[in-house]
Structures are given as C-alpha cells and as structure tokens.
C-alpha cells in the first residue's frame, strides 16, 4: 500500500511539475520546407528561402526546384563543419584528411563560386562550432577557443582553452558586421546546458574574451523574463534580425528585449506532425539551425531534423489575440490549455491540409474535441461548426431496462440456488 501510495504521490509530483512549465507561443507558422531522401544532411546554411545550403560528410549543396546541386565536393577528406557568413557572402567548412592529422578551413565565396583556403591545424580535434565576426572566424572545438584572422597573413588568437565539457557546441553571433567590440557572441555549453554571451576585445594585436555572461541557465524550460526564464537542453542558436534563437530540445525558442517565448514544439516524437497551433506540433531533436540574412526582410528560421527541413516564419495578416476579433478578420482560430491562443489565415490553413500525406479536409480539426486536445474555430475559413452528440433516448432507456432484466435474473438464479443448498440440511 505503501508503495503505491508513494508512487501515486510520484506521478502526481510528475505530472505537476509539467504542468506548471509556462510556455508563451508567439503567432508564427511551421511548413516542411524540404525532405530529403538518400542522403544523410548534417549542416544547414540560409541566405532565404530561395537559397538554402546543407551540407553532408562529403560536400556542400544548394537547393534549386527540390533537387540538391553541389557546390563544393570534398575529395580525399571528411567534412566536419560548416557556417554561412552573411555579412561576406560566403560560407565556411572544415575538413579532416582521410590519413588523419590535418584539418583546414575554407571560405566560400557565394559572387566568385570558389573556395579559398584559410587556415590549416596539426590535430584530429575537429570544431564543434564556427562563427564569423568582422574580418574574424571563431573556431570552437573540445580543446579550446581561437579566433582565425581572415586578414592574409594574420596570426590565430587563443581566446579560451576548455576543459572536461566546458566547450561550446553552437554559436552565433549579434551584429557580426560591426567590429569586433560590439559584436555579442552566443554559445551553447552542454556541460551545464546553458546558453552564455561572450564579449570580445581587440587591442592592436591583443584580442581576449572580456566578458562571460550566463544569458539562460538549464531548469524546466519555462518562458518569460530572461531573469525568470531557462531552457531544457539548448542544441542549437542562431541570430534573426535582432533575435536570438534557441533550438531547446524539441523545440524552437526566441530571446528579444529581454524576453523568451516559444515559436514551435514542446514535445518529442519521432513521429514528426507540424499543426496549425505551435504547441501542438511535435518534432524530433534539431540537428541544425539556420537562419535568414540580415540584408532580407523576412523572418524565415529552418530547423533541420533526421526526417526534414522545417520552415518557421512569422504570421501575417492574422495577429489578434481575442477569438471574436481573429472571426471577425476572417482567420481560423485555436485553443489550447494553459491560456495558449493562435489565430492564424485561412490560406495557411488550405496549405497545411494540402501538404498532408493523403490530403485532408482542414475542417477535420474542429471535429477533434477530446479531452486536453487543441480546439479549433474555422467557421471563418469556411467549416460548419460540429454537430453537438445525439441523444437518442430510447437506445439509453432500453439499454437500463436490459441491466435492469440481467441483474435481476442473476439475483433469482443465486436465491434459488441457496434454497436448494439449505434442502438437504433441513431434511437431516
């Protein structure tokens, strides 16, 4: 008793400290972008939406018309990173030789389509993360931190050595066009799994790290200030347009003015499902992050997990945060538990159920009303509200009368066999 009591109490604690999790979803819309199929994608690299790069083991390739175009294959070696430098136009990647010993960087020019070599190390210790900022690349693997110069020439600058886990895995970098002094550098450490901010300072020769900041702290993931935010088990980030972004496990995140919400996911599954309310989709772990150029107007991120590529953008056109007033504009609307609201149009909606594999009717979401499921209002959209249930009367009335008749029957039968039982004693 005492052990299911203790495991009741268990559950419940579980349960409860789920619960109590506080998500803020921002109005944004999640679509598969691309699945790719015999091919093995580690790295993902956007410009826009109309030039994207993935990068594999053996090479680098764009996207054109659903088909992968190589643009740098790696002959004799492995590729073992891979980062896209808006502000040059170009990107970066790392190779190890296949005899071992020697890993070197090249830059990619996207305008001259050539690769140039920038820098050679004597080791087999590949980089976890890569980074431009001003004429710099940051270069973070498990030993340490060096800033490479893209200056001809230059010396490399150690910034950090690392020990045991305490190295980086990810990093992105705000305003990575202006000096190095004002730059902000982003970094995930898996040793804690945190998300810190870095501050660089040069001068003349010099160049060190002045300032680590812990920027999200590991907890329960909750939203909210940056004070009283933190994350899951951050994988991945990367910088829009002023924003920070967080890959936090199966989910996509957004750090801006001082602030965290959710834009996509909270559960995983490898069974992968994206739904018109942001909450509801459910993902696998991000392997890569990717976001656009700052030089474009749009607000496009992409996820790349094991099964596909995901394209995450802000919602236009349907922003309002009551029920009535997304109705009256002519949008769909959805509901969830703990206060979560998402209006969203009716164009995005039809584009949803035509990417679904069959296709569906969009208006079978209203039809899913279960307990703790997310309930939806598409009668602006053109979906007849649900029927209420039937109650059809005499189905339930003849169906008492029938527990009425059993019951009964069975109680007779056990009267009559203890009268028979009681017989033979009497007789004696």
Not at 81 to 100: N, P, Q, V
Request: aromatic content about 8%.
């Amino acid at each position: 008793m005492k052990h299911w009591l203790g495991g009741c109490i268990y559950a419940f604690l579980l349960r409860t400290a789920f619960a109590e999790t506080h998500r803020e979803y921002l109005p944004t819309w999640s679509s598969s972008f691309y699945r790719p199929r015999d091919v093995d994608l580690k790295h993902i690299g956007l410009v826009n939406v109309e030039t994207v790069f993935f990068a594999t083991h053996s090479g680098v390739s764009t996207l054109h018309d659903g088909l992968l175009t190589p643009a740098v294959e790696v002959r004799d070696a492995e590729l073992t990173a891979f980062h896209m430098c808006h502000h040059r136009s170009s990107f970066f990647y790392e190779t190890l030789a296949k005899d071992g010993g020697v890993l070197t960087i090249y830059e990619y020019s996207l305008l001259a389509k050539e690769s140039v070599k920038v820098a050679i190390f004597q080791e087999t210790v590949a980089a976890k993360a890569l980074a431009c900022v001003d004429h710099l690349l940051l270069r973070a693997s498990q030993a340490n931190l060096v800033a490479i110069s893209l200056s001809p020439g230059a010396p490399k600058s150690m910034l950090q050595k690392f020990k045991d886990e305490d190295h980086f895995t990810s990093m992105a970098v705000a305003f990575p066009a202006d000096s190095v002094q004002h730059a902000e550098v982003y970094a995930v450490v898996p040793r804690n799994r945190s998300v810190v901010k870095l501050r660089l300072h040069q001068y003349s020769a010099d160049l060190h790290v002045s300032e680590i900041q812990e920027l999200l702290a590991a907890g329960d993931g909750a939203d909210g200030s940056v004070e009283q935010a933190s994350v899951l088990d951050p994988l991945h980030v990367a910088w829009l347009h002023g924003k920070l972004l967080v890959a936090d496990r199966c989910a996509l995140r957004q750090v801006s003015d001082g602030h965290v919400h959710s834009l996509l996911g909270a559960e995983c599954s490898e069974n992968e499902t994206l739904q018109p309310a942001p909450w509801a989709s459910k993902i696998s772990t991000p392997l890569g992050l990717a976001a656009e150029s700052e030089a474009t107007a749009g607000q496009t991120a992409m996820l790349l997990t094991a099964h596909q590529v995901i394209q995450v953008s802000e919602e236009e056109g349907c922003a309002e945060s009551s029920r009535d007033s997304c109705l009256k504009a002519g949008c769909g609307w959805a509901e969830g538990d703990a206060s979560h609201m998402h209006c969203f149009s009716c164009k995005l909606l039809q584009s949803w159920a035509d990417a679904q594999r069959p296709t569906v009717d969009p208006c079978v979401l209203e039809a899913k009303l279960q307990p703790g499921a997310t309930r939806y209002d598409l009668e602006a959209c053109g979906c007849k509200p649900p029927a209420p249930p039937k109650y059809e009367g005499g189905d339930s009335l003849w169906g008492i009368v029938r527990l009425v008749l059993f019951f009964g029957t069975l109680g007779i039968a056990i009267a009559w066999f203890r009268q028979r039982q009681r017989q033979p004693r009497d007789e004696e």
